[in-house]
């Protein structure tokens, strides 16, 4: 007889093995995602800075080149900018405080509607917003307020304001695209001639009215 098969005794190899179940796993009943960074939560604050900073630069630029375009004096100049200034930033982290606060209100009422009211703590902050709005707006009104504060030469003086807020006007432009994940090139340039404009308009209607008999 022909020698007899022996039996295997070995271990067949399993391919429906189940994957281990991490502790976390068993906590949560489910598999964590990976966090993803909403850019969203820093939407509001981001937009008061920027637009604070804009509206600082802006403005106080704009009030010391209509006030350069009828009095050369260097002290009429830093004067306006500073009051400028002032109003400015408190009138612009008043409006955020109260614009900020009716979207909270009008968010949390609708959560409260909805029943979701868990996630309050991702509405926006009206304190926040307003802070920085108006601090931002004072940072933005120094840049012409330096600019012009060591020029004794009038036209000198003009041209160094002007020069000074363009350069502040496309590193704004460029942080609030870096901040914003925004095209960095077209947005500088959309502030920087926005900035132009509005210094050449306010220069050259003051300037007109400062000709006409009133």
Known sequence: MGDLEQPFLGTLPTFNEAKPISCEELKSGEKQEPKVFDYATRAQWLRAAVLGANDGLLSTASLMMGVGAVQ?????????????????????????????YSQYDIELAQMKRDGKVAGKEKLPNPFHASMASGLAFAMGSMVPLLGAAFI?????????????????????????????????????????IGGWLAMCVTFGLTKLVGHTDI
């Open 72 to 100: 050369k004096g260097a002290k009429i100049m830093i004067l306006t900018g500073v009051a400028g200034l002032i109003a400015g930033a408190f009138s612009m982290a008043i409006g955020e405080f109260v614009s900020v």
């Open 152 to 192: 004794e030469g009038y036209k000198a003086r003009i041209v160094v304001v002007v020069a000074v807020v363009s350069i502040a006007l496309l590193v704004f432009g460029g942080v609030g695209a870096v901040l914003g994940k925004a095209p960095m090139i077209k947005s500088s340039l959309r502030v920087l």
